[in-house]
C-alpha cells in the first residue's frame, strides 16, 4: 500500500498536498497548532508584510512608473496591492492631517484673538478721541491687525499724525454668505424664510428663482436670524464637513484620473483602462506618502518648510517621469499630454470642491 501523501485542508475542506494549501494558502497542521507555532506563524506573517512594504515603497517613491510596470507585468505578490497600499497611505495623511489641523480650535484661538484685537482698537479709538496715545500699541496680537484707518475718529489732525499707529484692522471674522444684491437685501432686512417663500410665490414664473436657489436662499436667511453666534458656528461646521469630506472626494477622483490618461492614450490598445488605474493607485498614494515624508516628518525634524516645497517639486515631475517610463513616447508628447492631463485634472478638482462646498453646506 501506497502511504498518503495528501490530506484534507482544515480550513476550505479541500483536498491538498504538501505543507501549505494549494486553494486557499494555510498552513497544514497534523495536530492541534502550538503557542510556539501560533507565534512562528505571526513572526513570519509580521516579516513578509515587513518585506512586501518596503519592497513596495522604495520603488514607489523613488523610481517613478517602476512600480505600475512591474505589477501591470504581472508581478503583483510580491507587492502591496494598489488598492490597499492607498488605503493605508490615504488613512496616514489624513490622520495626521486632522491631527495637525484641527478646525474648532482654530476657530477658538482666532475668536480669542479677534476679541483681543478689538478691544486694543476701542482703547486705541478712546485714545484719540481725547487726544492721548498712551496705549502699548506692541500688545496686538497679529501684525494682520493693520490696513484699516478709523475714519470715523473725530480728532482729524491727530489721526493724520499719529497714522501709523491707527492703521488697524479689526480681525473679527466677517463671514459673507451673499451670492447677489437680490439676496444681501434679504439678509440686511432680516426677511425669514417663509416670508421669502412668500414673496417668491408672488413673482411671475419667469422671475422666481431656481429649486436649488430657493434652497441655499432659505438656509441663508435662517442662519443670519440666528446672529453672529450662528453664522460662526455655521461657517466651522461648513469648514469641518468640507475638510472631512475631502478623503472621499479624492476616492472618487481616481477613477476619473484614470478615465483622462485613458482619453489621453486611447490609441495604445496595449493599455487597458486597469492599467491606468494602477497608475494612478500608484500615483496618489506616492503624493500621500511624500506629504508625509516632507510636511510631516522631515519638516519636524528640521522646523522648516523646505522639504513640502521639495516634495511638492517632487510630485509633480514623478508624474511626468512615470507617464514617459510606462507609456515609452517621445518627450514631447509626453510633455503635452502631462499639460493636458494637468489642465483636465485641475478642472475637474475645482468642480469637485464646488460640488463638495454645496453638499456640505446643504448637510449641515
Known amino acids: 500500500m501506497e502511504e498518503k501523501t495528501t490530506h484534507e485542508c482544515k480550513n476550505c475542506s479541500e483536498e491538498s498536498e504538501g505543507q501549505f494549501c494549494s486553494f486557499c494558502g494555510q498552513r497544514y497542521h497534523a495536530h492541534k497548532e502550538s503557542f510556539g507555532e501560533l507565534v512562528y506563524e505571526f513572526v513570519s506573517d509580521f516579516l513578509h508584510f515587513d518585506s512586501r512594504f518596503f519592497k513596495t515603497v522604495f520603488p514607489l517613491l523613488f523610481s517613478p512608473g517602476k512600480l505600475t510596470k512591474s505589477y501591470n507585468a504581472g508581478k503583483q505578490r510580491s507587492q502591496f496591492h494598489p488598492i490597499r497600499l492607498y488605503l493605508f497611505s490615504s488613512f496616514v495623511y489624513f490622520f495626521l492631517f486632522f491631527y495637525f489641523n484641527n478646525v474648532e480650535e482654530q476657530f477658538e484661538n482666532e475668536n480669542n484673538t479677534a476679541n483681543s484685537d478689538t478691544a486694543i482698537i476701542d482703547s486705541i479709538k478712546h485714545d484719540i478721541q481725547h487726544g492721548t496715545t498712551g496705549k502699548a500699541f506692541n500688545d496686538i496680537n497679529d501684525s494682520s491687525v493693520i490696513n484699516k484707518v478709523l475714519s470715523d475718529t473725530p480728532n482729524s489732525k491727530l489721526l493724520s499724525d499719529k497714522k501709523e499707529y491707527i492703521a488697524l484692522q479689526d480681525t473679527e471674522r466677517q463671514i459673507a454668505f451673499t451670492v447677489t444684491p437680490y439676496i444681501d437685501s434679504l439678509l440686511k432686512k432680516n426677511v425669514t424664510p417663509k416670508e421669502y417663500i412668500k414673496l417668491q410665490q408672488s ?96 519638516n519636524k525634524i528640521f522646523g522648516t518648510d523646505l522639504f513640502t516645497a521639495l516634495s511638492l517639486l517632487w510630485i509633480t515631475l514623478y508624474l511626468l517621469i512615470a507617464m514617459k517610463r510606462l507609456y515609452m513616447q517621445s518627450w514631447i508628447k509626453t510633455l503635452g499630454k502631462f499639460i493636458a492631463l494637468g489642465f483636465l485634472f485641475l478642472i475637474t478638482i475645482l468642480f469637485s470642491l464646488m460640488v463638495n462646498l454645496a453638499w456640505s453646506a446643504f448637510m449641515i
Open 203 to 298: 413673482m411671475s414664473k419667469e422671475k422666481r428663482a431656481g429649486f436649488f436657489e430657493r434652497i441655499i436662499t432659505q438656509r441663508l436667511l435662517k442662519i443670519n436670524l440666528e446672529g453672529e453666534a450662528g453664522k460662526k458656528e455655521f461657517f466651522k461646521k461648513l469648514i469641518a464637513t468640507f475638510s472631512h469630506n475631502i478623503p472621499k472626494m479624492l476616492f472618487f477622483l481616481l477613477p476619473v484620473f484614470a478615465l483622462l490618461l485613458k482619453l489621453l492614450y486611447i490609441r495604445r490598445k496595449q493599455f487597458y483602462y486597469v492599467d491606468h488605474a494602477v497608475l494612478s493607485l500608484h500615483y496618489f498614494s506616492f503624493m500621500f506618502l511624500m506629504l508625509i515624508l516632507g510636511n510631516y516628518i522631515l
